[in-house]
């Protein structure tokens, strides 16, 4: 060290130039190893959080929640949550634009030569999601999930599943149902989602499939001849 601090003495100026050179050669790289660690550790915090909003809708209401309730369970400090989240409703509103976005993804064609098979495709697809994320929707769409939220996500969920908007108007032109009767065959849905998601061991989603279809009808309607 001594060494190095007379040296610096006799040629301060190349030793700031050598300074320098060092930190425009590795400054980069330790960005990116710093801004990893940052992410790291707030992608952990995001997951702590969201898995404590989670088991605490399984406790009490969403009225009743509060921010101390998940610090606490998520063992974060108050500071660390408003770094990620302004209040639960935008914790909350943070599921919706998840579910949003995951069910969008849409892994099967618009337009199926089948109708039927179009369908089934829309309805399985929508249930493998709830399967693989059932804790998730217990809890947001259980007693003690927001009402609101709730009434959005199934008119999201659920709209346009057997018969599509463009679909309402040679319904109700050919078979002579006023519109708001045919919005109830798609609704038909989310009365059997309450169910499923309430049982303790659910169908899988092939099998809830079947019944759905089954139930409403669904291959003798006309307008999937």
């Known amino acids: 060290i001594r060494g190095c601090i007379l040296r610096q003495r006799r040629c301060p100026h190349g030793w700031r130039r050598m300074v320098l050179d060092v930190k425009k050669k590795y400054s980069p790289l330790l960005f990116l190893i710093v801004t990893d660690k940052q992410d790291r550790r707030f992608l952990r915090t995001e997951k702590l959080i969201k898995t404590a909003f989670i088991s605490l809708l399984a406790e009490k209401s969403f009225a009743e929640l509060s921010i101390k309730d998940i610090t606490d369970r998520a063992e974060i400090g108050r500071g660390t949550f408003y770094k990620h989240y302004a209040d639960k409703n935008a914790l909350l509103f943070s599921f919706e634009e998840r579910i949003r976005q995951d069910l969008e993804q849409k892994p ?101 499939v079947d019944i759905i279809v089954h139930m409403t009808g669904l291959a003798k309607y006309k307008i999937l001849d």
């Open 108 to 208: 099967y064609p618009k337009f199926m030569q089948n109708r039927e098979d179009y369908v089934r495709k829309k309805i399985l697809f929508r249930y493998q999601y709830f399967a693989e994320n059932i804790d998730m929707m217990r809890s947001l769409f259980g007693q003690n999930g927001d009402a609101a939220f709730q009434q959005r996500m199934r008119d999201f969920i659920w709209k346009d599943l057997y018969i599509e908007e463009e679909d309402v108007a040679l319904v109700v032109r050919r078979d002579k149902i006023p519109p708001e009767y045919v919005s109830i065959i798609n609704t038909t849905a989310s009365f059997v989602f309450d169910v499923w998601l309430k049982k303790e061991n659910p169908e899988s989603p092939e099998e809830i």
